[in-house]
């Protein structure tokens, strides 16, 4: 038989086809393009277009730094500030934009597989290492980009030269944990509709205490580049990685500075002190900060110990 619309015409299967591609198309498209001239795109090994910021200020360049972010993906800016002082300095800055966040493609909120992340932050090292070629390498990890950061640098182990790690995500805090009927709707998920959008990571960032936390998470709440709702799949396999951050840690033979605020409220920092104890080579750094709490403003409030690890570590 077939199907009809409501006028009685017939929807041929081509119809059909266009209507799926298309609906799929706005699936994994960002919301808006970057009001860059010339933006710069990496292509994926499934051929996502994920794009990329770059900060080089200077010709002759000391190191390059490669952030990976936590969840849901960067705002315009974010790490500007970050961006601008180390340029200065003599670091290239590279701000790659997870797959299904910011302007990169990718579907929103759900992944197959969590390790097609880890593959393309792995294919983007290769590409800088391409264009600066013989120079170090570090990578910079905020929230969950900390346990990916953690996660890479055992992966990739001599090819880089150091770890910076912001408020790494490997315990959450009891305070920002659901309720025990939230756990049943969520195994429920896991089981049956484990690829639908299910969790809503911005919660109300009414209720978060930190002032400058708060004001970060009502700005990204309102932001279209960031993603809120998550696939139980993607939340799984991101959680993977977070447990095994400990482990990871006891592998990685590289320089590591380590940055915490005292106020966080989503992450236990226990955790990091955990990592940072397990950290296998000795030249490691931490700095926890009285006043900090869990959001980019943690970067910006010490720019200046971070590039002087940076350029300690790079000599």
Known sequence: MTPENRRGRPISLIS????????????????????ERDPRYFLSRDGLRLYYKEFVLKKEIR????????????????????????????????VLHPRGTGYSEGKRGDISDFDLILKDFRDFVKKLEEKHPKKP????????????????????????????????????????GPSFWTYIYYAFNYIFRPSALTVDMSGDPRKIRHPE???????????????????????????????KSAENA??????????????DEIID????????KNWK???????????GGHGIHTVNMRLTIIGKWLKDTSL
């Open 250 to 263: 006891k592998l990685i033979k590289k320089p590591l500075l380590l940055i915490y605020g005292a106020q």
């Open 137 to 176: 390498l570090f990578l910079f990890g905020h929230s969950l980009g900390g346990a990916i950061a953690i996660q890479l640098g055992a992966d990739l182990g001599r090819e880089i030269a150091g770890v910076i790690l912001i408020n790494p995500a490997y315990r959450y805090s009891k305070r920002s």
């Open 63 to 94: 190191g390059i730094v490669m952030i990976t972010p936590g969840i849901g993906g960067i705002r315009e800016g974010d790490y500007n500030k970050l961006g601008e002082s180390l340029s200065g300095e003599g670091f290239a800055l590279y």
């Open 16 to 35: 059909l086809m266009l209507f799926a591609w298309s609906f799929s198309q706005l699936m994994v498209k960002p919301p808006f393009s970057p009001k």
């Open 269 to 276: 920092h226990s955790g990091s002190e955990e990592i940072f």
């Open 281 to 291: 080579c000795s030249n490691k750094k931490k700095v926890i900060l009285k006043e």
């Open 213 to 243: 936390d708060r004001k970060e998470a009502i700005a990204r709440a309102k932001d279209p580049l960031i993603v809120k709702k998550f696939s139980m799949r993607y939340l799984t396999g991101a959680r993977k990685i977070m447990d």
